[in-house]
């Protein structure tokens, strides 16, 4: 070794570097580096030129690799391993952000119990106040939809009877619904009508005996045609004429309304606002002793009962026991019976009736159709011949309303619409359709005596009837003094 200045001692200082957290592993890692070299010097020796270091000087020098003290404000928490913010070194604001706040302990005074206690009652008042203003909302709209459905189903109702009631088309009357039940409805009440007519605008016509005046019924509106109200036989303007016991009524193609009027013996007409006398008191004489019901008021074997008026202008007239015809040049002849009471079958005088009730003519006035009251049974007429027979015979057939085998218990009202005859049974309290065979096709009421209306409505001695170009049936009902309509 070459002689020289001896270098100074190596101090070796040994220094911690603080990692931070490793992302992929918990754990923080530490590990010793030598980062610095310092050179110290020796004590001199008290021979600076002396020999060079022996082996027992180079033992007395050491490194020290005590670490120096950190300057850093974050210091390693020895427990878990994570480095720590030192407060000493953190802001103010700071300082006081992260101070932990012990909830206080003091218990909560009395004043203070009672307004929580009110707060929460006033919370809950709240509460139910909204629901109870929801559920009012809820009931409100409920009963609004409610009554919003009823209104519809009532205008539709109203709607399907209006277009029954009034249509006044020209088509057939339908054949009932596959099975299903009529509705009966009540239209007036307070009126006898013992008869009524329709014209081919589908106005009605009413003989009320009741009051001795003729009705008319246009849409819903029913007044006074002629009439009254007085029991009297007096012609002229419509407004001061009188009847007495009007009983059938019947009206032309021209709009002329022709009349019973029983009590008087004589057939009436209306035409251009005057009410005049057509024919009376034709046949005198009375009742011939040998019929089969003596009892039978002896006026109604020659009083006008009913009429009927074919597509010409001929004018049928039915007494108790006969029928009489007034042509359209004002003469007259007997169609059929001869003022004696009985049950017979035949040509012209041959033929016998007893109580004709009401009458029908055909479209095109071939037949006669003639409710026997007391014969309990249908006749037809054959207007060219004069020949009389019994429809019952030919297939007509007993009603729920208690007819026996062989006939109606009492046929008082008759109407035809095409090849459809409508009668009613005034002791079955029922309305009977058949075809012109006689076969039965439909029965409107249940045959008990009442005023019911609906699916299974009821009607009270019903004594005549006339169906509207739509098949809309209406029913003088007598026994309840109603005017009754029947939708099928």
Request: some cysteine; glycine content about 10%.
């Amino acid at each position: 070794m070459a002689d020289g200045p001896a270098d100074p001692p190596i101090a070796i200082t040994k220094v911690h570097r603080l990692t931070p957290l490793d992302t992929q592993s918990s754990s923080v890692k530490r590990r010793s580096v030598i980062t610095s070299f310092r050179r110290e010097s020796a004590p001199p020796s008290e021979n600076a030129t002396s020999a060079p270091t022996s082996k027992k000087d180079l033992a007395s020098t050491r490194i020290d690799l005590v670490p120096k003290p950190m300057t850093s404000t974050f210091h390693m928490n020895s427990t878990t391993s994570k480095i720590l913010p030192t407060l000493d070194h953190v802001d103010r604001h700071l300082r006081t952000s992260i101070k932990y706040k012990v909830p206080s302990t003091r218990a909560t005074s009395h004043k203070e119990k009672r307004a929580s206690i009110l707060h929460r009652a006033q919370s809950m008042r709240m509460l139910q106040e909204k629901a109870s203003f929801v559920n009012r909302r809820r009931q409100i709209f409920k009963r609004t939809r409610q009554c919003l459905l009823l209104l519809l189903a009532t205008c539709i109702v109203a709607g399907i009877v209006l277009i029954f009631v009034f249509g006044n088309t020209n088509s057939p009357s339908p054949v009932c619904c596959a099975g299903g039940q009529p509705f009966i409805v009540t239209l007036l009440s307070g009126i006898k009508a013992v008869a009524m007519a329709i014209d081919p605008d589908g106005i009605i016509y009413i003989a009320s005996a009741a009051t001795n005046q003729i009705y008319v019924l246009n849409d819903t509106t029913l007044h006074v045609l002629a009439g009254t109200g007085d029991y009297g036989e007096v012609n002229g303007p419509i407004a001061t004429a009188q009847f007495r016991y009007p009983c059938g009524i019947a009206v032309d193609r021209f709009g002329s309304v022709y009349v019973a009027d029983r009590d008087s013996l004589d057939v009436r007409k209306i035409a251009n606002g005057l009410v005049t006398t057509l024919l009376s008191e034709s046949l005198s004489g009375g009742v011939v002793a040998g019929g089969f019901d003596d009892n039978m008021d002896a006026a109604l074997a020659n009083a006008p009962i009913s009429v009927a008026v074919d597509l010409h202008g001929v004018v049928y007239v039915g007494y108790g026991t006969f029928i009489q015809v007034i042509q359209t040049d004002g003469s007259t002849f007997v169609l059929a019976g001869n003022m004696l009471r009985g049950y017979a079958d035949g040509n012209g005088a041959g033929a016998r009736f007893n109580g004709i009730r009401s009458m029908a003519v055909d479209a095109l006035a071939k037949y006669l159709y003639v409710c026997d009251y007391y014969n309990h049974a249908i006749r037809r007429i054959e207007i060219a011949t004069t020949n009389v027979a019994t429809l019952l015979a030919t297939g007509f057939y007993p009603t729920s309303g208690g007819g026996n085998v062989t006939s109606f218990m009492a046929p008082s009202g008759i109407f035809l619409v095409n090849t459809t005859l409508y009668v009613v049974d005034t002791y079955s309290n029922t309305v009977e359709t058949f075809d012109l065979n006689g076969t039965q096709r439909n029965v409107f009421g249940n045959g008990l005596y009442g005023n019911a209306d609906g699916l299974n409505g009821s009607f009270g001695n019903p004594v005549s009837l006339v169906v509207n170009g739509s098949g809309a049936v209406y029913v003088g009902d007598v026994g309840n003094l109603l005017l009754r309509l029947v939708i099928y």
